[in-house]
T-cell receptor
Framework: DTEVTQTPKHLVMGMTNKKSLKCEQHMGHRAMYWYKQKAKKPPELMFVYSYEKLSINESVPSRFSPECPNSSLLNLHLHALQPEDSALYLC???????????????FGEGSRLTVL | GQQVMQIPQYQHVQEGEDFTTYCNSSTTLSNIQWYKQRPGGHPVFLIQLVKSGEVKKQKRLTFQFGEAKKNSSLHITATQTTDVGTYFCAGPSGTASKLTFGTGTRLQVTL
């Protein structure tokens, strides 16, 4: 069982659709992350939120728009995606956030996105 | 930017054989973490190493952090089919919040 919950588990969308991925954690973690993972590749960092503020944006295209409504929730809004954006999108959270130690990342099960 | 490479990319062993994956960073790391991702699953944290030359054991798994803090290894003794998955090392890049994952080693174990 994972303590980070992601919905939906699977999503199929067209290139003109608008959809959102949701992530929730109740561990009191103040750092939350979005990672993108293509098949047989490592997770790639997209965004980091620290204390509900966006602290890192890894030059992600604007068709991906993150949102952190509160300390437990993290959303990823999707609009006008391309087929190459099809991937597993992983949300994670962590306890610590200091200059040298991220701390253990707790990952959700991911949302598998297919863009047609 | 920082690169974290792992070798081998893939290893197929028979149950009971040992397995080792090696992780090499282009920069010195303040710490290194290891994750396991089962097929179709999500990464799960295994351990974090902080000190130069540190060695930690978890049952059949032995983790080592290099003296120069630029490399690490994971050794599994007497593999079991439950060890199947991809093993990733990960280290902070720039700011601590940016965790860069290694390229991963996929382990297949057959009876």
């Amino acid at each position: 069982d994972t303590e980070v919950t992601q919905t939906p588990k699977h999503l199929v969308m067209g290139m003109t659709n608008k959809k959102s991925l949701k992530c929730e954690q109740h561990m009191g973690h103040r750092a939350m992350y979005w990672y993108k993972q293509k098949a047989k590749k490592p997770p790639e960092l997209m965004f980091v939120y620290s204390y509900e503020k966006l602290s890192i944006n890894e030059s992600v295209p604007s068709r991906f728009s993150p949102e952190c409504p509160n300390s437990s929730l993290l959303n990823l809004h999707l609009h006008a995606l391309q087929p190459e954006d099809s991937a597993l999108y992983l949300c994670a959270s962590s306890r610590a956030r200091d200059f040298v130690n991220t701390g253990e990342l707790f990952f959700g099960e991911g949302s598998r996105l297919t863009v047609l | 930017g920082q690169q974290v490479m792992q070798i081998p990319q893939y290893q197929h062993v028979q149950e009971g054989e040992d397995f080792t994956t090696y992780c090499n960073s282009s920069t010195t790391l303040s710490n290194i973490q290891w994750y396991k991702q089962r097929p179709g699953g999500h990464p799960v944290f295994l351990i974090q190493l902080v000190k130069s030359g540190e060695v930690k054991k978890q049952k059949r798994l032995t983790f080592q952090f290099g003296e120069a803090k630029k490399n690490s290894s994971l050794h599994i003794t007497a593999t079991q089919t439950t060890d199947v998955g991809t093993y990733f090392c990960a280290g902070p890049s720039g700011t601590a919040s940016k965790l860069t994952f290694g390229t991963g080693t996929r382990l297949q174990v057959t009876l």
